[in-house]
């Protein structure tokens, strides 16, 4: 008898940007779905406003200016983040006892695959790094010599994962400046654009969606979430 078939993963993308309490909305009512088993796993490609998110491990000191855009609290792990337009945001909410057997570092590992194969096959050589969370290219000309791209900050509840990664194709760098990103004082961040590579929309997350099928199995197309949101 052959194997069953993995179940298709829906994939979604939002035409607009979402603003940051809605989508913590959506993923919460997306989540509760699944767990029920009336709805099957999310990849949700989106793009925030500028803001900054606070993770659970986030210091007051590495925030730089409160001021300059809006703060949100968050129960992901990780530290200050920023998201605004020219980010491809994707929120995972993916069974992680199903692709990691419930190993969450091997699933943050999967994530950050995916990411890195993806920026492959756009031209940019990528990397993971074992004690930080997120997707570095070398930059010669930086200090330390690399740069982030991508950062991944996850919960997971009862078994699914929620939030997920953020990839920088072109967005304004010097919004940055307003934290310490993801903790790492002194660290650089970079873009696709800032490399010179594919930084069309379109093609990224046409990178991405390749990315996915390949590690996580088949997908298949669903409505956008955030549309008919109150």
Known sequence: ??????????????????????????????????????????????????????????????????????????????????????????????????????????????????????LDSLGVVAHGDPQRPGVWVARAERDGGEAKIAAVGLKVRRGISLHGLSLNIAPDLTHFDSIVPCGLEGSAVTSLAALGAESRPEAVDKALHESFRARLGPLGPAPDPFAGHP
């Open 1 to 118: 008898m052959a194997a069953p078939s993995p179940p298709t993963i829906r994939w979604a993308r939002s035409g607009t940007p979402v603003p940051y309490p809605a989508a913590l909305q959506i993923m919460t009512r997306e989540v509760d779905a699944i767990l029920a088993g009336t709805a099957q796993e999310l990849l949700w490609f989106l793009e925030h406003p500028p803001l900054l998110t606070r993770g659970t491990r986030s210091r007051a000191d590495h925030l730089l200016s409160a001021t300059r855009f809006p703060v949100y609290e968050t129960d992901r792990g990780g530290e200050l983040t920023y998201h605004g337009p020219g980010q491809r945001i994707v929120y995972t909410l993916l069974d992680v006892r199903r692709h990691a057997h419930g190993d969450v570092r091997a699933f943050v590992r999967l994530i950050e695959d995916c990411v890195i194969a993806a």
